[in-house]
């Protein structure tokens, strides 16, 4: 029986091929793809565990694949690319990759990251369905859209999930889950965003916004063992999906 299933993006063949046969024979369900829109053909047909992502891809790169694949999709995700460039690796770890290797690839040391990833997915896992079983252990469980809300702290700059995981914020992640707080669920745009936190109109070539919401998006999802609710929306901005209130200041 194969493994889990692991998809090798990557449009040059015959590193592909060679990922993939490798992985085959780790005992991995190991299938590739040349781009973004063969990866979402497949993903239409399979789960997979996890995705390998070369940046340099054409149509779509990998650090816009990855923030897609973020926003909607459970697979753990590792960036390949050319580049050595610390600039790169932060920004491809920011938008919520879990590894980052520079070509050339040791396939050895692959094969030690996707072991690794699996380990510290299958933790998640355990820990979320712990936290949902002592959620709903002696009572009953609150699964209405009302008690089953976010909370922000202003006084404590801290982020709760409804199953009472807190998360301490930065003053830049407090500035911006207030403004996507207080947005009821629509989407701000780049430009508030921008406005909220710096204090300036949003500049296209500036991706410091996509800094922090990844940076926030990485840390919710490090502590509840699962996707966050921030999610991107395309031509817009960022929404907090999921219904929050503020408490606290706000409510003495």
Not at 186 to 205: C, F, G, H, V
Request: aromatic residues 4%; glycine residues 10%; negative net charge.
């Amino acid at each position: 029986m194969a493994g889990p299933t692991i998809v090798v993006v990557e449009d040059e063949n015959s590193l592909r091929s060679d990922m993939v046969e490798y992985l085959s024979n780790c005992g991995f369900d190991a299938i590739g793809a040349r781009d973004g829109a063969e990866l979402d053909q497949l993903l239409r047909n399979r789960n997979a565990a996890i995705i390998i992502l070369d940046v340099n891809l054409p149509d779509e790169d990998g650090f816009k694949i990855a923030a897609r694949l973020r926003d909607g999709h459970g697979a753990g995700i590792i960036m390949v690319t050319a580049r050595s460039s610390t600039v790169d690796r932060v920004v491809g770890l920011e938008i919520g990759a879990d590894a980052y290797l520079v070509k050339p690839v040791e396939l050895r040391e692959l094969e030690a990251q996707v072991k690794s990833l699996l380990r510290r997915l299958s933790e998640r896992a355990a820990e979320t369905a712990s936290q949902a079983a002592n959620g709903t252990a002696g009572g009953e469980a609150g699964d209405s859209a009302d008690e089953a809300r976010w909370s922000l702290d202003p006084t404590e700059w801290s982020l709760t999930n409804p199953a009472g995981i807190r998360i301490s914020l930065t003053s830049m992640e407090m500035k911006l889950t207030s403004l996507l707080a207080a947005q009821a669920r629509k989407p701000a745009t780049r430009d508030q965003i921008s406005q909220a936190l710096y204090n300036r109109r949003w500049n296209p070539e500036d991706r410091s916004i996509d800094t922090v919401v990844g940076r926030l998006r990485h840390k919710v999802e490090g502590a509840i063992g699962g996707p966050a609710p921030l999610k991107s929306v395309h031509g817009v901005g960022y929404v907090f999906s999921a219904p929050i209130r503020v408490v606290g200041a706000a409510q003495g």
